[in-house]
C-alpha cells in the first residue's frame, strides 16, 4: 500500500477536515479524489497504489465522513457545501489546479466547482454520475443511507457489505468483500463496527430527486474544453447509458470507458477505468505542456 500522511484543513465555519496526502512531483497538478455519499478517503486506496509517486494524490474525507469532523447542521451535507470545503482546502494548501476524481458525489461536486471555478479543473474523472440521476439508484440508497447497523466483527461487515453491494460487484470473493467493509466501516470504542459516516447526513438526502427541478446540463458547459474521462458500470443504476451519451456529446474532449458487469461505482482499479485513466492524465500531461509553451 502507497504511503501517505494525513493532514486536515479548516473550513469555512470551522471544521476540521481530513485528507491523506499521497508523496507525488510537485510540477504536476495533484490528483485531488472525491468519494460518494457515505464512502471517504479510503475508497482510492487502489487509485493511489498505482498512481501515488508519479503524481501526488489528495483522498479527502467530506464532512461528517471517515476522520472528518461531524457538522452540527445536518442541513449543512449538500452538494454546494462541499464545493466551498474544497475550495478553501485548495487555497490554504496553495494548489491552482487540479485533477478531480469524483465518485458519484464526488462527480457532483466537480460538476458544480466547475460552474464557478473551472480554471482550477485541469481535467476530470467523472465516475459514475451526471448530471441527471436515476431514480430507481437514488431509491435504493435511501434503503440504507443513515441507517446504523452495528456489527459486532469484521466478518459481519464482510457479510453485510456483500448482501449491500452485491449487486455492482457480483464477481467479488469473501476476501474482496473484507477489503471493501474495511474501506466501508470503522470500528468504534467500544468494539463494534459501524458505517464511517454521520448517519445524519440521510436528512436532506431524504428529499433528493435524481431529476432536479432546474435544467442540470449546464453543470457540463465549463468542462467542455477539458479533458474529462466518464466511467460507467456497465449494470448502474444511477447513470444510465442515455445519460452517459449525452454527456459525451457535450464534452468534446471526453472519453467514455465502461466497466464490465459492474454496477455503481467502479472502484477505479479495473482495467478499462485504470487504462482509460492513464489516458486521461497523458492528455492532462499534454495540454499543460501546450499551456506553457504557449505563454512562453
Same mark, same amino acid.
Given at each position: 500500500m502507497?504511503?501517505?500522511?494525513d ?6 465555519d ?10 507525488g #512531483?510537485p510540477?504536476?497538478?495533484?490528483? /485531488?479524489?472525491l468519494?460518494g !455519499?457515505?464512502?471517504n ?5 487502489p487509485v493511489a ?7 501526488? =494524490?489528495i ?8 476522520l472528518?469532523e461531524h457538522?452540527?447542521n445536518?442541513?449543512?451535507?449538500? #452538494?454546494? @457545501?462541499?464545493?466551498t470545503?474544497i475550495?478553501?482546502?485548495l487555497?490554504?494548501?496553495g494548489?491552482?489546479d ?6 458519484s ?6 460538476m458544480? !466547482?466547475?460552474?464557478?471555478d473551472?480554471e ?6 467523472i465516475?459514475d454520475?451526471?448530471?441527471? =440521476? ?19 466483527n469484521w466478518?459481519?461487515a464482510?457479510d453485510a457489505?456483500? @448482501?449491500?453491494?452485491s449487486?455492482a460487484?457480483?464477481?467479488y470473493?469473501?476476501?474482496q468483500w473484507?477489503?471493501? *467493509?474495511r474501506?466501508?466501516?470503522?470500528e468504534r470504542?467500544d468494539?463494534s463496527?459501524?458505517?464511517d ?9 431524504a428529499?433528493?430527486?435524481g @431529476? ?6 449546464p !453543470?457540463?458547459?465549463?468542462?467542455a ?5 466518464i =466511467?460507467r458500470g ?9 445519460? *452517459? ?6 464534452? #468534446? ?11 455503481? *461505482?467502479? /472502484? ?9 485513466i492513464?489516458r486521461?492524465l497523458e ?14
Amino acid at each position: 500500500m502507497a504511503e501517505w500522511v494525513d493532514r486536515y484543513w479548516t473550513s469555512s465555519d470551522g471544521l476540521k477536515l481530513h485528507y491523506r496526502d499521497y508523496a507525488g #512531483p510537485p510540477d504536476r497538478p495533484p490528483i /485531488i479524489c472525491l468519494p460518494g !455519499l457515505t464512502r471517504n478517503a479510503r475508497d482510492f486506496e487502489p487509485v493511489a497504489d498505482r498512481l501515488a509517486g508519479e503524481w501526488r =494524490v489528495i483522498a479527502v474525507d467530506f464532512r461528517g465522513r471517515g476522520l472528518s469532523e461531524h457538522d452540527p447542521n445536518p442541513a449543512n451535507y449538500m #452538494p454546494h @457545501t462541499y464545493v466551498t470545503d474544497i475550495l478553501k482546502m485548495l487555497d490554504q494548501l496553495g494548489i491552482a489546479d487540479a485533477v478531480f476524481f469524483g465518485t458519484s458525489l464526488g462527480g457532483i461536486v466537480t460538476m458544480l !466547482l466547475s460552474t464557478t471555478d473551472s480554471e482550477r479543473i485541469a481535467g476530470a474523472v467523472i465516475n459514475d454520475i451526471g448530471p441527471v =440521476v436515476d431514480d430507481a439508484g437514488v431509491d435504493r440508497l435511501r434503503i440504507y443511507v443513515g441507517k446504523a447497523v452495528p456489527l459486532a466483527n469484521w466478518q459481519e461487515a464482510a457479510d453485510a457489505a456483500a @448482501t449491500r453491494n452485491s449487486i455492482a460487484f457480483p464477481d467479488y470473493t469473501p476476501d474482496q468483500w473484507e477489503v471493501f *467493509a474495511r474501506r466501508m466501516y470503522s470500528e468504534r470504542p467500544d468494539g463494534s463496527i459501524q458505517a464511517d459516516y454521520d448517519m445524519r447526513i440521510a436528512e436532506p438526502f431524504a428529499t433528493a430527486k435524481g @431529476t432536479p427541478d432546474f435544467d442540470p446540463w449546464p !453543470l457540463l458547459e465549463e468542462l467542455a474544453d477539458k479533458p474529462i474521462l466518464i =466511467v460507467r458500470g456497465e449494470t448502474s443504476d444511477l447513470l444510465s447509458t442515455a445519460t *452517459a451519451s449525452r454527456m459525451l456529446e457535450a464534452l #468534446p474532449k471526453a472519453e467514455l470507458v465502461t466497466v464490465p458487469g459492474i454496477g455503481h *461505482a467502479p /472502484i477505479l482499479d479495473e482495467p478499462e477505468a485504470a487504462a482509460g485513466i492513464d489516458r486521461l492524465l497523458e492528455r492532462v500531461l499534454a495540454e499543460e505542456e501546450l499551456s506553457r509553451s504557449s505563454a512562453a
